[in-house]
């Protein structure tokens, strides 16, 4: 018995949050992420990762990767009611927790 894709899987979402915005492009498979932060104070980051998922509620999955240069990431989106909780360390060691937005994006 195969697990089946999580709502994300193949879809683009902007996250918006106080001071930082990201969009996140995941794979048609679920396990990878391209992530683009487009505001605030690591805006022009960009890159991709492995990532892992799980899903905690219908429509709402925790959601986690490590960046190349050994920032991480875990979100709990929300994406039936468009929220998002996000923790990360980033490569200077700072640790962030934010709320915010999360918006399906155009496909390219």
């Known amino acids: 018995?195969?697990?089946?894709?999580?709502?994300?899987?193949?879809?683009?979402?902007?996250?918006?949050?106080?001071?930082?915005?990201?969009?996140?492009?995941y794979s048609?498979?679920?396990r990878?992420?391209?992530?683009?932060i487009v505001s605030g104070p690591y805006?022009?980051?960009?890159?991709a990762a492995d990532c892992q998922w799980q899903a905690?509620?219908?429509g709402v999955y925790a959601i986690s990767w490590q960046e190349a240069?050994?920032?991480?990431v875990v979100h709990v989106d929300d994406f039936g009611n468009?929220?998002?909780?996000?923790?990360?360390?980033?490569s200077d060691g700072s640790f962030h927790r934010m709320q915010g937005t999360l918006q399906p994006l155009p496909h390219d």
């Open 1 to 25: 018995m195969s697990t089946p894709l999580p709502l994300f899987a193949g879809r683009r979402f902007r996250v918006s949050y106080d001071g930082l915005a990201a969009d996140n492009h």
């Open 43 to 47: 805006a022009g980051a960009r890159g």
């Open 32 to 36: 990878h992420v391209q992530y683009a």
């Open 69 to 72: 240069d050994g920032a991480t």
């Open 56 to 58: 905690i509620a219908e």
């Open 82 to 90: 468009g929220c998002s909780l996000a923790w990360f360390t980033a």
């Open 28 to 30: 048609a498979d679920g």
